[in-house]
Protein backbone atom coordinates (compact mmCIF):
# COMPACT_ATOMS: atom_id res chain seq x y z
CA UNK A 1 0.00 0.00 0.00
CA UNK A 2 1.33 3.01 -1.02
CA UNK A 3 1.60 6.28 1.72
CA UNK A 4 -1.16 8.06 -0.93
CA UNK A 5 -3.78 4.86 -0.18
CA UNK A 6 -3.40 4.96 3.94
CA UNK A 7 -5.72 6.82 5.81
CA UNK A 8 -3.18 7.12 8.57
CA UNK A 9 -0.47 9.47 7.85
CA UNK A 10 0.27 11.37 10.31
CA UNK A 11 1.19 15.32 9.71
CA UNK A 12 5.06 14.83 10.41
CA UNK A 13 5.09 11.82 7.37
CA UNK A 14 2.75 14.10 4.58
CA UNK A 15 5.51 17.00 5.42
CA UNK A 16 8.75 14.69 4.81
CA UNK A 17 7.08 13.17 1.89
CA UNK A 18 6.06 16.54 0.09
CA UNK A 19 9.29 18.01 1.14
CA UNK A 20 10.92 15.34 -0.64
CA UNK A 21 9.40 15.31 -3.93
CA UNK A 22 9.61 19.05 -3.96
CA UNK A 23 13.16 19.03 -2.89
CA UNK A 24 14.15 16.20 -5.98
CA UNK A 25 12.14 17.85 -8.62
CA UNK A 26 14.42 21.17 -7.62
CA UNK A 27 17.51 19.13 -7.58
CA UNK A 28 17.38 17.52 -10.87
CA UNK A 29 16.34 20.96 -12.70
CA UNK A 30 19.21 22.58 -10.65
CA UNK A 31 21.28 19.11 -12.35
CA UNK A 32 20.43 20.28 -15.83
CA UNK A 33 20.39 24.16 -15.05
CA UNK A 34 24.13 23.96 -13.84
CA UNK A 35 25.68 20.68 -15.75
CA UNK A 36 29.14 19.68 -13.83
CA UNK A 37 28.60 21.87 -10.95
CA UNK A 38 27.35 18.60 -8.65
CA UNK A 39 27.36 19.84 -5.20
CA UNK A 40 24.85 22.76 -6.41
CA UNK A 41 21.94 20.62 -6.82
CA UNK A 42 22.77 19.03 -3.35
CA UNK A 43 22.57 22.55 -1.53
CA UNK A 44 18.91 23.04 -3.42
CA UNK A 45 18.00 19.75 -1.98
CA UNK A 46 19.03 20.39 1.42
CA UNK A 47 17.64 23.85 1.51
CA UNK A 48 14.34 23.19 -0.61
CA UNK A 49 13.54 19.97 1.85
CA UNK A 50 14.15 22.41 5.09
CA UNK A 51 12.43 25.26 4.07
CA UNK A 52 9.41 23.05 2.98
CA UNK A 53 9.16 20.28 5.34
CA UNK A 54 9.20 23.06 7.84
CA UNK A 55 6.62 25.42 6.24
CA UNK A 56 4.22 22.66 5.12
CA UNK A 57 4.42 20.90 8.93
CA UNK A 58 3.81 23.61 10.81
CA UNK A 59 0.76 24.68 8.58
CA UNK A 60 -0.51 21.62 8.54
CA UNK A 61 0.30 21.17 12.74
CA UNK A 62 -1.84 24.54 13.39
CA UNK A 63 -4.27 23.41 10.55
CA UNK A 64 -5.20 20.16 12.35
CA UNK A 65 -4.79 21.54 15.67
CA UNK A 66 -7.05 24.20 15.15
CA UNK A 67 -9.74 21.94 14.08
CA UNK A 68 -9.00 19.39 16.80
CA UNK A 69 -9.39 22.53 19.27
CA UNK A 70 -12.86 22.83 17.58
CA UNK A 71 -14.21 19.28 17.90
CA UNK A 72 -12.90 19.80 21.72
CA UNK A 73 -14.71 22.90 22.41
CA UNK A 74 -17.42 21.31 20.83
CA UNK A 75 -17.34 18.00 23.08
CA UNK A 76 -16.12 19.09 26.15
CA UNK A 77 -18.06 21.31 28.67
CA UNK A 78 -15.27 22.50 30.73
CA UNK A 79 -12.78 25.46 29.37
CA UNK A 80 -9.36 25.62 30.02
CA UNK A 81 -7.35 28.49 31.89
CA UNK A 82 -4.46 30.10 30.12
CA UNK A 83 -2.11 27.84 31.82
CA UNK A 84 -3.91 24.56 31.10
CA UNK A 85 -3.61 25.84 26.68
CA UNK A 86 0.12 26.91 27.28
CA UNK A 87 0.84 23.38 28.76
CA UNK A 88 -0.99 21.20 26.61
CA UNK A 89 -0.26 23.25 23.29
CA UNK A 90 3.33 23.25 24.08
CA UNK A 91 4.33 20.47 26.53
CA UNK A 92 2.04 17.69 26.51
CA UNK A 93 2.51 15.81 22.88
CA UNK A 94 -0.49 17.02 20.86
CA UNK A 95 -3.13 13.94 20.31
CA UNK A 96 -3.24 11.82 16.96
CA UNK A 97 -6.11 11.88 14.73
CA UNK A 98 -6.92 8.46 16.21
CA UNK A 99 -6.76 9.77 19.52
CA UNK A 100 -9.17 12.61 18.84
CA UNK A 101 -11.12 9.67 16.80
CA UNK A 102 -11.57 7.47 20.53
CA UNK A 103 -12.82 10.70 22.19
CA UNK A 104 -15.00 11.80 19.70
CA UNK A 105 -16.42 7.98 19.76
CA UNK A 106 -16.54 7.88 23.34
CA UNK A 107 -18.11 11.55 23.81
CA UNK A 108 -21.10 10.18 21.23
CA UNK A 109 -21.61 6.90 23.08
CA UNK A 110 -22.02 9.31 26.38
CA UNK A 111 -24.57 11.37 24.93
CA UNK A 112 -26.07 8.54 23.24
CA UNK A 113 -26.93 6.98 26.41
CA UNK A 114 -27.66 10.03 28.51
CA UNK A 115 -30.24 10.09 25.91
CA UNK A 116 -31.85 7.18 26.41
CA UNK A 117 -31.80 7.80 30.05
CA UNK A 118 -33.58 10.88 29.23
CA UNK A 119 -36.25 8.98 27.33
CA UNK A 120 -36.30 6.46 30.19
CA UNK A 121 -36.78 9.45 32.79
CA UNK A 122 -39.50 10.80 30.65
CA UNK A 123 -41.37 7.47 30.03
CA UNK A 124 -41.39 7.08 33.91
CA UNK A 125 -42.34 10.45 35.11
CA UNK A 126 -45.24 10.00 32.64
CA UNK A 127 -46.09 6.47 34.34
CA UNK A 128 -45.80 8.15 38.20
CA UNK A 129 -47.74 10.94 37.05
CA UNK A 130 -50.30 8.65 35.70
CA UNK A 131 -50.39 6.56 38.74
CA UNK A 132 -50.05 9.11 41.26
CA UNK A 133 -53.55 10.39 39.48
CA UNK A 134 -54.91 7.50 39.59
CA UNK A 135 -53.97 6.31 42.99
CA UNK A 136 -55.37 10.23 44.19
CA UNK A 137 -58.39 9.98 42.36
CA UNK A 138 -59.93 6.67 43.69
CA UNK A 139 -60.40 7.95 47.71
CA UNK A 140 -61.20 11.18 46.11
CA UNK A 141 -64.21 10.26 44.30
CA UNK A 142 -65.02 7.97 47.07
CA UNK A 143 -64.99 10.47 50.02
CA UNK A 144 -66.88 12.69 47.26
CA UNK A 145 -69.35 10.43 46.61
CA UNK A 146 -70.54 9.85 50.15
CA UNK A 147 -70.71 13.40 50.87
CA UNK A 148 -72.40 14.49 48.51
CA UNK A 149 -75.01 11.76 49.24
CA UNK A 150 -74.83 13.17 52.66
CA UNK A 151 -75.29 16.68 51.97
CA UNK A 152 -77.85 15.48 49.66
CA UNK A 153 -80.28 14.04 52.68
CA UNK A 154 -78.70 10.77 53.93
CA UNK A 155 -77.10 12.66 56.44
CA UNK A 156 -80.49 12.99 58.56
CA UNK A 157 -80.91 9.14 57.58
CA UNK A 158 -80.09 7.08 60.74
CA UNK A 159 -79.72 3.80 58.93
CA UNK A 160 -76.72 5.22 56.33
CA UNK A 161 -75.24 8.53 57.82
CA UNK A 162 -72.76 6.89 60.05
CA UNK A 163 -71.96 4.24 57.73
CA UNK A 164 -70.96 6.71 54.90
CA UNK A 165 -69.39 8.77 57.56
CA UNK A 166 -66.97 6.04 58.41
CA UNK A 167 -66.54 5.34 54.64
CA UNK A 168 -65.50 9.06 53.73
CA UNK A 169 -63.30 8.61 56.75
CA UNK A 170 -61.48 5.48 55.42
CA UNK A 171 -60.93 7.37 52.50
CA UNK A 172 -59.35 10.27 53.88
CA UNK A 173 -57.38 7.72 56.20
CA UNK A 174 -56.17 6.77 52.68
CA UNK A 175 -55.37 9.82 51.15
CA UNK A 176 -53.53 10.70 54.14
CA UNK A 177 -50.75 7.07 53.83
CA UNK A 178 -50.49 8.03 50.51
CA UNK A 179 -49.17 11.91 51.17
CA UNK A 180 -47.57 10.46 53.97
CA UNK A 181 -45.86 7.75 51.91
CA UNK A 182 -45.08 10.21 49.07
CA UNK A 183 -43.09 12.49 51.93
CA UNK A 184 -41.10 9.81 52.95
CA UNK A 185 -39.56 8.95 49.50
CA UNK A 186 -38.84 12.44 48.74
CA UNK A 187 -37.42 12.71 52.07
CA UNK A 188 -35.39 9.81 51.07
CA UNK A 189 -34.29 10.57 47.87
CA UNK A 190 -33.34 13.79 48.97
CA UNK A 191 -30.92 12.99 51.67
CA UNK A 192 -33.12 14.91 54.01
CA UNK A 193 -33.35 11.44 56.45
CA UNK A 194 -30.10 10.92 57.98
CA UNK A 195 -29.62 7.27 58.60
CA UNK A 196 -28.46 6.60 62.10
CA UNK A 197 -26.64 3.67 62.67
CA UNK A 198 -26.29 1.25 65.71
CA UNK A 199 -25.83 -2.38 66.61
CA UNK A 200 -28.61 -4.26 67.16
CA UNK A 201 -29.92 -8.53 66.75
CA UNK A 202 -31.81 -8.32 64.02
CA UNK A 203 -33.95 -11.38 65.03
CA UNK A 204 -35.22 -9.14 67.77
CA UNK A 205 -36.81 -7.07 65.40
CA UNK A 206 -38.13 -9.56 63.54
CA UNK A 207 -39.91 -10.78 66.73
CA UNK A 208 -40.97 -7.11 67.72
CA UNK A 209 -42.60 -6.72 63.75
CA UNK A 210 -44.43 -9.83 64.44
CA UNK A 211 -45.61 -8.90 67.85
CA UNK A 212 -47.01 -5.82 65.67
CA UNK A 213 -48.66 -7.82 62.87
CA UNK A 214 -50.16 -10.56 64.89
CA UNK A 215 -53.44 -9.62 65.18
CA UNK A 216 -53.36 -8.80 61.24
CA UNK A 217 -52.03 -12.23 60.49
CA UNK A 218 -54.79 -14.00 62.94
CA UNK A 219 -57.43 -12.36 61.00
CA UNK A 220 -56.54 -14.35 57.84
CA UNK A 221 -55.13 -17.78 59.87
CA UNK A 222 -51.74 -16.35 59.08
CA UNK A 223 -48.42 -18.20 61.07
CA UNK A 224 -45.48 -15.85 61.48
CA UNK A 225 -42.37 -18.04 61.64
CA UNK A 226 -38.76 -18.01 61.92
CA UNK A 227 -36.83 -20.32 59.40
CA UNK A 228 -35.51 -23.19 61.19
CA UNK A 229 -31.65 -23.14 61.50
CA UNK A 230 -31.25 -18.97 61.49
CA UNK A 231 -32.30 -18.36 65.22
CA UNK A 232 -28.59 -17.79 66.36
CA UNK A 233 -28.70 -14.33 67.15
CA UNK A 234 -27.11 -12.41 64.37
CA UNK A 235 -26.07 -8.38 65.01
CA UNK A 236 -26.46 -6.02 62.34
CA UNK A 237 -25.44 -2.30 62.12
CA UNK A 238 -28.14 0.02 60.72
CA UNK A 239 -30.88 2.14 61.46
CA UNK A 240 -33.13 0.45 63.53
CA UNK A 241 -36.01 2.49 63.23
CA UNK A 242 -36.09 2.46 59.52
CA UNK A 243 -35.21 -1.39 59.26
CA UNK A 244 -38.13 -2.15 61.53
CA UNK A 245 -39.83 0.03 58.56
CA UNK A 246 -38.42 -2.31 56.32
CA UNK A 247 -39.84 -5.66 57.81
CA UNK A 248 -42.77 -4.17 59.33
CA UNK A 249 -43.64 -3.14 55.00
CA UNK A 250 -42.35 -6.77 53.77
CA UNK A 251 -43.90 -8.84 56.61
CA UNK A 252 -47.74 -6.76 55.80
CA UNK A 253 -47.39 -7.20 52.55
CA UNK A 254 -46.67 -11.34 53.46
CA UNK A 255 -49.86 -11.17 55.33
CA UNK A 256 -52.02 -8.80 52.55
CA UNK A 257 -51.39 -11.00 49.64
CA UNK A 258 -50.98 -14.52 50.82
CA UNK A 259 -53.24 -16.87 51.15
CA UNK A 260 -55.69 -17.85 54.51
CA UNK A 261 -54.15 -20.12 56.39
CA UNK A 262 -50.40 -19.78 55.05
CA UNK A 263 -47.52 -19.11 56.41
CA UNK A 264 -44.51 -15.80 56.53
CA UNK A 265 -41.30 -17.37 57.60
CA UNK A 266 -38.18 -14.93 57.80
CA UNK A 267 -34.79 -16.19 57.86
CA UNK A 268 -31.37 -14.28 58.94
CA UNK A 269 -28.03 -15.55 57.11
CA UNK A 270 -24.78 -14.96 57.37
CA UNK A 271 -23.44 -13.96 54.05
CA UNK A 272 -20.00 -13.26 54.87
CA UNK A 273 -17.59 -11.37 57.80
CA UNK A 274 -19.52 -8.10 56.48
CA UNK A 275 -22.51 -8.97 55.46
CA UNK A 276 -25.91 -10.16 57.03
CA UNK A 277 -28.74 -11.02 54.31
CA UNK A 278 -32.72 -11.19 55.73
CA UNK A 279 -35.71 -12.63 54.08
CA UNK A 280 -39.14 -12.92 54.18
CA UNK A 281 -40.48 -15.49 52.62
CA UNK A 282 -44.47 -16.36 51.77
CA UNK A 283 -46.38 -19.47 50.67
CA UNK A 284 -48.75 -17.24 48.75
CA UNK A 285 -49.73 -17.01 44.83
CA UNK A 286 -46.29 -15.75 43.57
CA UNK A 287 -45.57 -12.71 41.40
CA UNK A 288 -45.39 -13.60 37.03
CA UNK A 289 -41.69 -13.08 36.15
CA UNK A 290 -42.33 -10.36 33.95
CA UNK A 291 -43.54 -7.98 36.95
CA UNK A 292 -40.14 -8.95 39.00
CA UNK A 293 -37.93 -6.17 37.57
CA UNK A 294 -40.20 -3.33 38.40
CA UNK A 295 -41.83 -4.59 41.75
CA UNK A 296 -40.10 -2.06 43.44
CA UNK A 297 -41.80 0.97 41.54
CA UNK A 298 -43.67 3.61 42.66
CA UNK A 299 -47.39 2.58 42.50
CA UNK A 300 -46.57 -0.74 40.00
CA UNK A 301 -48.88 -3.35 40.89
CA UNK A 302 -48.51 -6.95 39.64
CA UNK A 303 -51.87 -7.16 39.57
CA UNK A 304 -53.95 -4.35 39.86
CA UNK A 305 -57.53 -5.31 40.72
CA UNK A 306 -56.69 -7.86 43.59
CA UNK A 307 -54.59 -4.99 44.93
CA UNK A 308 -57.04 -2.58 44.64
CA UNK A 309 -59.76 -4.89 46.82
CA UNK A 310 -57.21 -5.39 49.37
CA UNK A 311 -55.72 -1.34 49.56
CA UNK A 312 -52.51 0.61 50.32
CA UNK A 313 -50.75 2.79 48.86
CA UNK A 314 -48.67 1.08 46.27
CA UNK A 315 -45.42 2.82 47.70
CA UNK A 316 -44.56 0.28 50.06
CA UNK A 317 -41.60 -1.25 48.04
CA UNK A 318 -40.58 1.51 47.04
CA UNK A 319 -39.71 2.88 50.19
CA UNK A 320 -38.02 -0.42 51.13
CA UNK A 321 -36.37 0.05 48.27
CA UNK A 322 -34.92 3.56 49.10
CA UNK A 323 -34.06 2.52 52.97
CA UNK A 324 -32.21 0.13 52.13
CA UNK A 325 -30.12 1.65 49.11
CA UNK A 326 -29.22 4.75 51.75
CA UNK A 327 -27.53 1.83 53.76
CA UNK A 328 -25.34 1.02 50.93
CA UNK A 329 -26.86 -2.38 50.61
CA UNK A 330 -29.30 -4.09 48.41
CA UNK A 331 -33.09 -5.84 48.01
CA UNK A 332 -33.72 -8.49 46.04
CA UNK A 333 -36.96 -10.43 45.34
CA UNK A 334 -37.57 -13.79 43.90
CA UNK A 335 -40.96 -15.57 43.41
CA UNK A 336 -43.34 -18.07 41.16
CA UNK A 337 -46.67 -18.48 40.69
CA UNK A 338 -48.43 -21.29 42.64
CA UNK A 339 -45.36 -21.10 44.87
CA UNK A 340 -44.88 -17.56 46.76
CA UNK A 341 -42.65 -14.37 47.36
CA UNK A 342 -39.15 -14.19 48.71
CA UNK A 343 -37.72 -10.60 49.40
CA UNK A 344 -34.75 -10.01 50.67
CA UNK A 345 -32.18 -7.39 51.72
CA UNK A 346 -28.90 -7.10 53.41
CA UNK A 347 -27.39 -5.46 56.51
CA UNK A 348 -23.51 -4.65 57.36
CA UNK A 349 -22.55 -6.49 60.18
CA UNK A 350 -22.36 -5.50 63.49
CA UNK A 351 -20.14 -5.71 66.28
CA UNK A 352 -21.81 -8.16 68.79
Not at 80 to 108: G, H, R
Not at 162 to 171: I, P, S, V, Y
Request: glycine letters at 6%.
Amino acid sequence: MSFLDTKNASPRLLSTITALIISSVNAVMSLFLAWGQWYIPLIVFGTTFVIIYWIYNYTLQRFIYRKIKLIYKFIYQTKATKKEEFFYENILPQKSLEEVNMDVQKWAAQKRDEIEMLRANEQFRKEFLMNLAHELRTPIFAVQGYIDTLAGGAIHDENVNLKFLNNAARGIDRLVSLVDDLDEISKLESGRIPIIQESFVIQELVKDVYDEMALRAKEKGIELLLKKGTERPLTVYADKPKIRQVLANLVENAIKYGNEGGQVTSGCYEMDEKTIYIEVSDNGPGIAEEHLPRIFERFYRADRSRARNIGGTGLGLAIVKHIVEAHGQTVTVRSKLGVGSSFGFTLERGKE
